[in-house]
Protein backbone atom coordinates (compact mmCIF):
# COMPACT_ATOMS: atom_id res chain seq x y z
CA UNK A 1 0.00 0.00 0.00
CA UNK A 2 1.10 3.76 -0.69
CA UNK A 3 2.34 5.32 2.28
CA UNK A 4 2.93 8.70 2.23
CA UNK A 5 4.65 10.95 4.97
CA UNK A 6 3.88 14.13 5.26
CA UNK A 7 6.76 15.37 7.30
CA UNK A 8 9.12 19.15 8.49
CA UNK A 9 5.60 21.23 7.68
CA UNK A 10 7.35 23.15 10.13
CA UNK A 11 5.44 26.68 11.12
CA UNK A 12 4.01 26.62 7.90
CA UNK A 13 0.28 28.09 7.64
CA UNK A 14 -2.98 27.65 9.29
CA UNK A 15 -5.08 27.05 5.77
CA UNK A 16 -7.91 25.26 5.68
CA UNK A 17 -7.78 21.82 4.28
CA UNK A 18 -10.48 20.48 2.60
CA UNK A 19 -10.18 16.74 1.37
CA UNK A 20 -13.42 14.28 0.17
CA UNK A 21 -12.97 11.04 1.54
CA UNK A 22 -10.77 8.71 -0.81
CA UNK A 23 -9.11 5.63 -0.67
CA UNK A 24 -5.14 5.43 -1.54
CA UNK A 25 -3.92 2.02 -2.98
CA UNK A 26 -0.04 1.50 -4.61
CA UNK A 27 2.98 0.76 -3.24
CA UNK A 28 6.74 2.57 -2.62
CA UNK A 29 7.09 5.20 0.43
CA UNK A 30 7.25 8.81 -0.73
CA UNK A 31 8.25 11.95 1.75
CA UNK A 32 6.59 15.38 1.02
CA UNK A 33 8.62 18.02 2.83
CA UNK A 34 7.74 21.64 3.28
CA UNK A 35 9.89 24.13 5.42
CA UNK A 36 9.64 27.75 6.29
CA UNK A 37 12.69 29.60 6.58
CA UNK A 38 11.77 33.51 8.09
CA UNK A 39 14.92 34.56 6.17
CA UNK A 40 13.06 34.16 3.08
CA UNK A 41 9.68 34.55 3.51
CA UNK A 42 8.40 34.23 -0.11
CA UNK A 43 5.60 31.55 -0.90
CA UNK A 44 4.97 30.59 -4.73
CA UNK A 45 1.68 29.76 -5.15
CA UNK A 46 0.39 27.55 -7.82
CA UNK A 47 -3.17 29.17 -9.09
CA UNK A 48 -4.30 27.48 -11.88
CA UNK A 49 -7.86 28.47 -12.13
CA UNK A 50 -10.03 26.92 -9.96
CA UNK A 51 -11.42 27.04 -6.41
CA UNK A 52 -11.01 29.36 -3.73
CA UNK A 53 -7.33 30.21 -3.37
CA UNK A 54 -8.41 33.46 -1.63
CA UNK A 55 -8.34 31.63 1.76
CA UNK A 56 -5.05 30.24 0.86
CA UNK A 57 -4.00 33.66 0.16
CA UNK A 58 -5.42 35.38 3.56
CA UNK A 59 -3.71 32.73 5.61
CA UNK A 60 -0.27 33.17 4.30
CA UNK A 61 -0.55 37.17 4.08
CA UNK A 62 -1.89 36.37 8.12
CA UNK A 63 1.68 35.01 8.78
CA UNK A 64 3.39 37.95 6.94
CA UNK A 65 4.40 36.00 4.09
CA UNK A 66 5.32 37.42 0.88
CA UNK A 67 3.34 35.80 -2.24
CA UNK A 68 4.87 35.43 -5.76
CA UNK A 69 2.33 33.66 -7.99
CA UNK A 70 3.09 31.44 -10.92
CA UNK A 71 3.04 32.61 -14.12
CA UNK A 72 4.83 30.68 -16.66
CA UNK A 73 6.40 26.82 -15.77
CA UNK A 74 9.96 28.41 -15.38
CA UNK A 75 8.45 30.48 -11.76
CA UNK A 76 7.85 26.65 -10.53
CA UNK A 77 11.24 25.69 -10.90
CA UNK A 78 12.61 28.73 -9.11
CA UNK A 79 10.55 28.30 -6.04
CA UNK A 80 12.12 28.35 -2.74
CA UNK A 81 9.12 26.92 -1.42
CA UNK A 82 5.49 26.13 -3.51
CA UNK A 83 2.01 26.09 -2.15
CA UNK A 84 -0.13 23.79 -5.06
CA UNK A 85 -4.06 24.23 -3.59
CA UNK A 86 -6.65 23.06 -5.82
CA UNK A 87 -10.64 22.45 -5.86
CA UNK A 88 -12.24 20.62 -8.76
CA UNK A 89 -12.52 17.74 -11.02
CA UNK A 90 -9.11 15.37 -11.17
CA UNK A 91 -9.67 15.32 -15.03
CA UNK A 92 -10.25 19.44 -15.60
CA UNK A 93 -7.11 20.23 -13.55
CA UNK A 94 -4.63 17.66 -15.07
CA UNK A 95 -5.86 19.57 -18.70
CA UNK A 96 -5.14 22.89 -17.41
CA UNK A 97 -1.68 21.78 -15.85
CA UNK A 98 -0.91 19.84 -19.33
CA UNK A 99 -1.63 22.67 -21.67
CA UNK A 100 0.14 25.54 -19.32
CA UNK A 101 3.40 22.88 -19.19
CA UNK A 102 2.79 23.31 -15.58
CA UNK A 103 2.92 19.77 -15.07
CA UNK A 104 6.30 19.13 -16.38
CA UNK A 105 7.21 21.59 -13.71
CA UNK A 106 6.01 20.25 -11.31
CA UNK A 107 7.06 16.69 -11.84
CA UNK A 108 10.56 18.25 -12.05
CA UNK A 109 10.33 20.32 -9.35
CA UNK A 110 8.80 17.53 -6.36
CA UNK A 111 11.09 14.90 -7.82
CA UNK A 112 14.50 17.33 -6.45
CA UNK A 113 13.09 16.70 -3.22
CA UNK A 114 11.89 20.88 -2.90
CA UNK A 115 9.78 22.12 -0.02
CA UNK A 116 6.05 21.66 -1.16
CA UNK A 117 2.50 21.63 -0.25
CA UNK A 118 -0.34 20.03 -1.55
CA UNK A 119 -3.55 20.91 -0.98
CA UNK A 120 -6.54 18.60 -1.61
CA UNK A 121 -6.63 18.40 -5.25
CA UNK A 122 -2.91 19.32 -5.58
CA UNK A 123 -1.89 16.52 -3.36
CA UNK A 124 -4.29 13.83 -5.22
CA UNK A 125 -2.50 15.03 -8.61
CA UNK A 126 0.58 13.36 -7.52
CA UNK A 127 -0.69 10.04 -7.75
CA UNK A 128 -0.23 8.08 -11.09
CA UNK A 129 -4.43 8.40 -11.70
CA UNK A 130 -8.07 8.38 -10.16
CA UNK A 131 -10.65 6.65 -10.95
CA UNK A 132 -13.04 9.62 -9.71
CA UNK A 133 -14.35 9.41 -13.22
CA UNK A 134 -11.91 7.72 -14.85
CA UNK A 135 -9.37 6.57 -14.98
CA UNK A 136 -7.71 9.74 -15.43
CA UNK A 137 -3.96 10.02 -15.47
CA UNK A 138 -2.22 12.50 -12.92
CA UNK A 139 1.46 13.60 -12.75
CA UNK A 140 3.02 9.78 -11.49
CA UNK A 141 5.26 11.22 -9.01
CA UNK A 142 3.41 9.10 -5.92
CA UNK A 143 2.91 5.19 -7.16
CA UNK A 144 -0.93 4.99 -6.38
CA UNK A 145 -4.04 5.69 -7.51
CA UNK A 146 -7.47 7.20 -5.98
CA UNK A 147 -11.09 6.20 -6.11
CA UNK A 148 -13.43 7.63 -5.41
CA UNK A 149 -15.67 5.45 -3.38
CA UNK A 150 -16.62 7.43 -0.08
CA UNK A 151 -16.85 4.76 2.22
CA UNK A 152 -13.24 4.02 1.67
CA UNK A 153 -10.81 5.16 4.43
CA UNK A 154 -7.21 5.24 4.91
CA UNK A 155 -6.27 2.39 7.33
CA UNK A 156 -3.57 2.89 9.65
CA UNK A 157 -1.60 -0.16 8.47
CA UNK A 158 -1.26 2.29 5.09
CA UNK A 159 0.65 4.68 6.97
CA UNK A 160 4.59 4.48 7.72
CA UNK A 161 5.25 2.92 11.20
CA UNK A 162 7.46 6.32 12.16
CA UNK A 163 4.14 8.46 11.56
CA UNK A 164 1.57 7.10 14.23
CA UNK A 165 -1.76 9.13 13.67
CA UNK A 166 -4.85 9.75 16.59
CA UNK A 167 -7.94 8.66 14.90
CA UNK A 168 -11.13 9.39 15.80
CA UNK A 169 -13.36 6.90 16.43
CA UNK A 170 -15.95 8.56 14.43
CA UNK A 171 -15.87 11.24 11.98
CA UNK A 172 -16.62 14.43 13.79
CA UNK A 173 -20.21 15.99 13.30
CA UNK A 174 -20.27 19.19 12.55
CA UNK A 175 -22.07 22.29 14.12
CA UNK A 176 -22.89 25.26 10.98
CA UNK A 177 -23.75 28.34 11.21
CA UNK A 178 -25.97 30.06 8.63
CA UNK A 179 -26.62 33.88 7.70
CA UNK A 180 -29.40 34.82 5.50
CA UNK A 181 -28.56 37.81 4.04
CA UNK A 182 -30.34 40.38 1.83
CA UNK A 183 -30.79 43.69 1.32
CA UNK A 184 -33.58 46.05 4.23
CA UNK A 185 -35.81 48.41 3.08
CA UNK A 186 -32.68 50.87 3.37
CA UNK A 187 -30.56 49.13 0.97
CA UNK A 188 -28.00 47.82 3.22
CA UNK A 189 -27.23 44.41 3.57
CA UNK A 190 -28.26 42.29 6.57
CA UNK A 191 -28.40 39.18 8.71
CA UNK A 192 -32.47 37.88 8.95
CA UNK A 193 -34.09 35.25 9.93
CA UNK A 194 -37.46 33.64 8.82
CA UNK A 195 -40.45 32.53 10.61
CA UNK A 196 -41.16 29.52 7.82
CA UNK A 197 -39.58 31.78 5.08
CA UNK A 198 -41.16 35.31 5.51
CA UNK A 199 -38.19 37.82 7.09
CA UNK A 200 -40.31 40.25 7.38
CA UNK A 201 -41.58 42.09 11.05
CA UNK A 202 -45.53 41.75 11.80
CA UNK A 203 -45.73 45.37 12.20
CA UNK A 204 -46.89 47.86 9.90
CA UNK A 205 -43.60 48.93 8.54
CA UNK A 206 -43.22 45.14 7.48
CA UNK A 207 -39.13 46.01 8.19
CA UNK A 208 -36.97 43.09 7.48
CA UNK A 209 -35.51 41.87 10.24
CA UNK A 210 -32.70 42.55 11.12
CA UNK A 211 -29.95 40.48 12.98
CA UNK A 212 -26.80 42.46 12.27
CA UNK A 213 -23.78 42.94 9.47
CA UNK A 214 -22.91 39.14 7.90
CA UNK A 215 -18.83 39.91 7.77
CA UNK A 216 -19.45 40.74 11.69
CA UNK A 217 -21.26 38.01 12.74
CA UNK A 218 -19.52 35.65 10.23
CA UNK A 219 -16.38 36.38 12.26
CA UNK A 220 -17.67 36.19 15.66
CA UNK A 221 -19.01 32.75 14.11
CA UNK A 222 -15.67 31.07 13.70
CA UNK A 223 -14.44 32.67 17.20
CA UNK A 224 -16.96 30.85 18.94
CA UNK A 225 -16.07 27.53 17.25
CA UNK A 226 -18.68 27.21 14.06
CA UNK A 227 -16.75 23.76 11.95
CA UNK A 228 -18.65 25.99 8.57
CA UNK A 229 -20.13 29.41 7.52
CA UNK A 230 -22.94 29.42 4.93
CA UNK A 231 -24.34 32.38 3.40
CA UNK A 232 -27.67 32.48 2.20
CA UNK A 233 -28.62 35.40 0.02
CA UNK A 234 -32.14 34.91 0.11
CA UNK A 235 -32.98 38.09 -2.29
CA UNK A 236 -30.31 39.61 -4.06
CA UNK A 237 -28.85 39.76 -7.61
CA UNK A 238 -31.90 37.76 -8.74
CA UNK A 239 -31.64 39.00 -12.08
CA UNK A 240 -28.02 40.36 -12.34
CA UNK A 241 -25.63 37.91 -10.18
CA UNK A 242 -22.29 39.24 -11.09
CA UNK A 243 -23.51 43.01 -10.42
CA UNK A 244 -23.89 42.47 -6.57
CA UNK A 245 -21.00 43.97 -5.52
CA UNK A 246 -21.67 44.57 -2.09
CA UNK A 247 -22.40 40.02 -1.44
CA UNK A 248 -19.15 39.64 -3.05
CA UNK A 249 -17.43 41.89 -0.84
CA UNK A 250 -18.91 40.34 2.29
CA UNK A 251 -17.46 37.21 1.28
CA UNK A 252 -13.82 38.38 0.24
CA UNK A 253 -13.60 40.39 3.76
CA UNK A 254 -15.13 37.30 5.80
CA UNK A 255 -12.49 35.12 4.32
CA UNK A 256 -9.82 37.35 5.75
CA UNK A 257 -10.10 36.19 8.99
CA UNK A 258 -12.58 33.54 8.93
CA UNK A 259 -11.01 30.10 8.27
CA UNK A 260 -13.16 27.55 8.29
CA UNK A 261 -15.10 26.17 4.74
CA UNK A 262 -17.56 29.43 3.40
CA UNK A 263 -20.40 28.27 1.39
CA UNK A 264 -22.62 30.50 -0.29
CA UNK A 265 -25.62 30.16 -2.09
CA UNK A 266 -28.31 32.62 -3.80
CA UNK A 267 -28.87 32.74 -7.58
CA UNK A 268 -26.19 30.69 -8.91
CA UNK A 269 -27.95 30.10 -12.37
CA UNK A 270 -26.88 30.73 -16.05
CA UNK A 271 -28.78 34.24 -16.52
CA UNK A 272 -29.22 37.05 -19.81
CA UNK A 273 -28.65 40.65 -18.21
CA UNK A 274 -30.76 43.69 -19.55
CA UNK A 275 -27.71 44.45 -22.57
CA UNK A 276 -28.69 40.70 -23.85
CA UNK A 277 -25.22 39.18 -22.27
CA UNK A 278 -25.48 35.62 -21.16
CA UNK A 279 -23.76 34.39 -18.08
CA UNK A 280 -23.20 30.67 -17.18
CA UNK A 281 -23.99 29.08 -14.09
CA UNK A 282 -20.44 28.42 -14.12
CA UNK A 283 -19.39 32.18 -14.36
CA UNK A 284 -21.45 32.75 -11.44
CA UNK A 285 -20.22 30.34 -9.58
CA UNK A 286 -16.63 31.07 -10.25
CA UNK A 287 -17.09 34.64 -9.50
CA UNK A 288 -18.10 33.31 -6.05
CA UNK A 289 -14.87 31.02 -5.67
CA UNK A 290 -12.54 33.95 -6.64
CA UNK A 291 -14.41 36.05 -3.50
CA UNK A 292 -13.66 33.38 -1.31
CA UNK A 293 -16.41 30.67 -1.09
CA UNK A 294 -14.87 27.30 -0.67
CA UNK A 295 -18.70 25.86 -1.92
CA UNK A 296 -21.76 26.96 -3.68
CA UNK A 297 -25.26 25.91 -2.81
CA UNK A 298 -27.79 24.91 -5.61
CA UNK A 299 -31.81 25.58 -4.96
CA UNK A 300 -34.42 25.70 -7.34
CA UNK A 301 -32.06 25.12 -10.53
CA UNK A 302 -31.15 21.91 -9.07
CA UNK A 303 -34.09 20.99 -8.70
CA UNK A 304 -35.07 22.03 -12.31
CA UNK A 305 -32.54 19.71 -12.99
CA UNK A 306 -33.39 16.62 -11.36
CA UNK A 307 -36.75 16.68 -12.64
CA UNK A 308 -35.70 16.66 -16.27
CA UNK A 309 -32.90 13.71 -15.13
CA UNK A 310 -35.65 12.10 -14.09
CA UNK A 311 -38.21 12.42 -17.12
CA UNK A 312 -35.40 11.48 -19.30
CA UNK A 313 -32.90 9.37 -17.41
CA UNK A 314 -30.28 11.35 -19.17
CA UNK A 315 -27.17 13.18 -17.83
CA UNK A 316 -27.01 16.40 -20.17
CA UNK A 317 -24.08 17.57 -18.67
CA UNK A 318 -25.40 21.25 -19.48
CA UNK A 319 -27.24 22.08 -16.32
CA UNK A 320 -25.24 23.88 -13.42
CA UNK A 321 -25.10 21.64 -11.16
CA UNK A 322 -23.43 18.99 -13.62
CA UNK A 323 -21.05 22.27 -15.04
CA UNK A 324 -19.69 23.04 -11.55
CA UNK A 325 -19.23 20.10 -9.97
CA UNK A 326 -17.09 19.02 -13.24
CA UNK A 327 -14.85 21.63 -12.72
CA UNK A 328 -14.57 22.41 -8.93
CA UNK A 329 -15.62 18.73 -7.89
CA UNK A 330 -18.58 17.20 -6.22
CA UNK A 331 -17.17 18.42 -2.69
CA UNK A 332 -17.62 21.92 -3.26
CA UNK A 333 -21.25 21.79 -4.17
CA UNK A 334 -24.15 21.57 -2.00
CA UNK A 335 -27.97 21.39 -3.45
CA UNK A 336 -30.18 22.86 -1.07
CA UNK A 337 -33.64 21.09 -0.42
CA UNK A 338 -36.66 23.32 0.42
CA UNK A 339 -39.67 20.74 1.38
CA UNK A 340 -42.94 21.55 2.92
CA UNK A 341 -44.79 18.30 4.69
CA UNK A 342 -48.22 16.70 2.38
CA UNK A 343 -49.99 15.35 4.80
CA UNK A 344 -51.74 11.97 3.86
CA UNK A 345 -53.45 9.53 4.75
CA UNK A 346 -52.14 6.48 2.73
CA UNK A 347 -48.59 5.82 0.82
CA UNK A 348 -50.65 4.88 -1.99
CA UNK A 349 -52.24 8.44 -2.67
CA UNK A 350 -49.38 10.11 -4.33
CA UNK A 351 -46.21 8.60 -6.07
CA UNK A 352 -43.48 9.82 -4.32
CA UNK A 353 -41.70 7.91 -1.40
CA UNK A 354 -43.82 8.90 2.02
CA UNK A 355 -42.76 8.15 5.59
CA UNK A 356 -44.65 7.25 8.48
CA UNK A 357 -44.73 10.03 10.99
CA UNK A 358 -44.07 10.14 14.44
CA UNK A 359 -46.45 12.53 14.84
CA UNK A 360 -49.16 12.33 13.33
CA UNK A 361 -50.70 15.39 11.01
CA UNK A 362 -52.98 18.59 12.21
CA UNK A 363 -56.40 15.72 11.27
CA UNK A 364 -54.64 12.88 12.47
CA UNK A 365 -53.19 11.70 9.26
CA UNK A 366 -49.97 9.29 9.56
CA UNK A 367 -47.86 9.79 6.53
CA UNK A 368 -46.47 12.36 4.81
CA UNK A 369 -44.48 13.05 1.44
CA UNK A 370 -42.25 15.92 1.47
CA UNK A 371 -42.85 17.99 -1.63
CA UNK A 372 -39.85 20.43 -2.96
CA UNK A 373 -40.13 24.33 -3.70
CA UNK A 374 -38.33 26.62 -5.35
CA UNK A 375 -37.88 30.54 -5.71
CA UNK A 376 -38.01 30.39 -1.62
CA UNK A 377 -40.66 28.09 -0.95
CA UNK A 378 -43.18 30.11 -2.78
CA UNK A 379 -43.99 27.34 -5.63
CA UNK A 380 -44.40 24.05 -5.21
CA UNK A 381 -43.06 21.11 -7.35
CA UNK A 382 -43.81 17.58 -8.68
CA UNK A 383 -41.04 16.17 -7.15
CA UNK A 384 -40.47 14.77 -3.91
CA UNK A 385 -37.18 15.38 -1.16
CA UNK A 386 -36.36 11.66 -1.60
CA UNK A 387 -36.86 11.56 -5.11
CA UNK A 388 -34.85 14.86 -5.31
CA UNK A 389 -31.75 13.91 -3.25
CA UNK A 390 -31.47 10.29 -4.94
CA UNK A 391 -30.85 12.39 -8.59
CA UNK A 392 -28.80 15.39 -7.51
CA UNK A 393 -26.50 12.75 -6.16
CA UNK A 394 -26.41 10.97 -9.61
CA UNK A 395 -25.71 14.72 -10.83
CA UNK A 396 -23.03 15.61 -9.03
CA UNK A 397 -23.84 17.10 -6.00
CA UNK A 398 -21.31 16.43 -3.17
CA UNK A 399 -23.79 17.43 -0.32
CA UNK A 400 -27.60 17.83 0.81
CA UNK A 401 -28.68 20.78 2.64
CA UNK A 402 -32.21 19.78 4.09
CA UNK A 403 -34.30 22.42 5.06
CA UNK A 404 -37.87 22.24 6.23
CA UNK A 405 -40.48 24.86 5.78
CA UNK A 406 -42.68 23.86 8.05
CA UNK A 407 -40.09 23.57 10.82
CA UNK A 408 -38.28 26.55 10.16
CA UNK A 409 -38.01 29.68 12.73
CA UNK A 410 -40.21 27.23 15.13
CA UNK A 411 -37.36 26.23 17.44
CA UNK A 412 -39.49 23.25 18.00
CA UNK A 413 -35.98 20.45 16.38
CA UNK A 414 -35.41 19.51 13.40
CA UNK A 415 -37.49 17.22 11.06
CA UNK A 416 -36.28 13.99 12.42
CA UNK A 417 -38.52 12.28 10.25
CA UNK A 418 -37.37 13.88 7.06
CA UNK A 419 -33.83 14.08 7.97
CA UNK A 420 -33.95 10.32 8.54
CA UNK A 421 -35.43 9.36 5.12
CA UNK A 422 -32.50 11.66 3.35
CA UNK A 423 -29.59 10.55 5.02
CA UNK A 424 -30.54 7.11 4.41
CA UNK A 425 -31.30 7.51 1.04
CA UNK A 426 -28.05 8.88 -0.39
CA UNK A 427 -24.15 7.95 -0.06
CA UNK A 428 -22.92 11.76 0.55
CA UNK A 429 -23.24 13.86 3.60
CA UNK A 430 -27.00 15.70 4.71
CA UNK A 431 -26.81 18.72 6.72
CA UNK A 432 -29.94 18.93 8.74
CA UNK A 433 -31.62 22.43 8.68
CA UNK A 434 -34.55 24.38 9.82
CA UNK A 435 -36.01 24.10 13.16
CA UNK A 436 -33.21 24.04 16.64
CA UNK A 437 -33.72 25.85 19.26
CA UNK A 438 -31.96 24.07 22.27
CA UNK A 439 -28.67 22.43 22.17
CA UNK A 440 -30.85 18.95 22.87
CA UNK A 441 -32.76 19.07 19.26
CA UNK A 442 -28.81 18.89 18.32
CA UNK A 443 -28.00 15.92 20.26
CA UNK A 444 -31.14 14.30 18.98
CA UNK A 445 -30.73 14.49 15.01
CA UNK A 446 -27.24 13.22 15.73
CA UNK A 447 -28.24 10.24 17.32
CA UNK A 448 -31.58 9.13 16.08
CA UNK A 449 -30.11 9.76 11.83
CA UNK A 450 -27.08 9.15 10.54
CA UNK A 451 -26.54 13.21 9.23
CA UNK A 452 -23.10 14.53 9.05
CA UNK A 453 -23.35 18.01 10.26
CA UNK A 454 -26.34 20.11 11.97
CA UNK A 455 -27.17 24.01 10.81
CA UNK A 456 -28.95 26.82 12.67
CA UNK A 457 -29.18 30.09 12.58
CA UNK A 458 -31.78 32.01 14.84
CA UNK A 459 -30.44 30.97 17.67
CA UNK A 460 -27.01 31.58 17.52
CA UNK A 461 -28.05 35.33 15.64
CA UNK A 462 -29.69 35.84 19.15
CA UNK A 463 -26.87 34.56 21.37
CA UNK A 464 -30.16 32.16 22.69
CA UNK A 465 -27.64 29.37 22.49
CA UNK A 466 -23.78 29.90 21.79
CA UNK A 467 -22.26 27.42 19.73
CA UNK A 468 -19.93 26.05 22.32
CA UNK A 469 -22.54 25.27 24.47
CA UNK A 470 -23.96 23.02 21.47
CA UNK A 471 -20.59 21.46 21.11
CA UNK A 472 -20.72 20.87 24.94
CA UNK A 473 -23.69 19.02 25.39
CA UNK A 474 -22.89 16.69 22.43
CA UNK A 475 -19.56 15.86 23.84
CA UNK A 476 -21.14 14.95 27.09
CA UNK A 477 -23.66 12.98 25.03
CA UNK A 478 -21.03 10.95 23.65
CA UNK A 479 -21.01 12.56 20.29
CA UNK A 480 -17.58 13.04 18.42
CA UNK A 481 -17.62 16.97 17.60
CA UNK A 482 -14.31 19.51 17.16
CA UNK A 483 -13.67 21.41 20.33
Request: aromatic residues 8%.
Amino acid sequence: MEAVNITSLGSMLPIKLFMAPQSISGQKSHNIRCASNREDNVVTLLDYGAGNVRSVRNAIRLLNFNIQDVKKPEDILEAKRLVFPGVGAFAAAMDILNKTGMAEALREYIKNDRPFLGICLGLQLLFEYSEENGPDVGLDILKGFLTGNRSDSVKSSDLAENQPLKHASTLAKRVIACLDVRANNKGDLVVTKGDQYDVREHSEEREVRNLGKPVELAGQYYKDGADEVTFLNITGFRDFPLGDLPMLEVLRRTSENVFVPLTIGGGIRDFTDKDGRYYSSLEVASEYFRSGADKISIGSDAVYAAEEYIKTGVKMGTTSLEQISYVYGNQAVVVSIDPRRVYLNSPKDVPFKTVELTHPGPKGEKYAWYQCTVNGGREGRPIGAYELAKAVEDLGAGEILLNCIDCDGQGQGFDIDLVKLISEAVNIPVIASSGAGAVEHFSAVFKQTSTSAALAAGIFHRREVPIMAVKEHLRIQGTEVRI
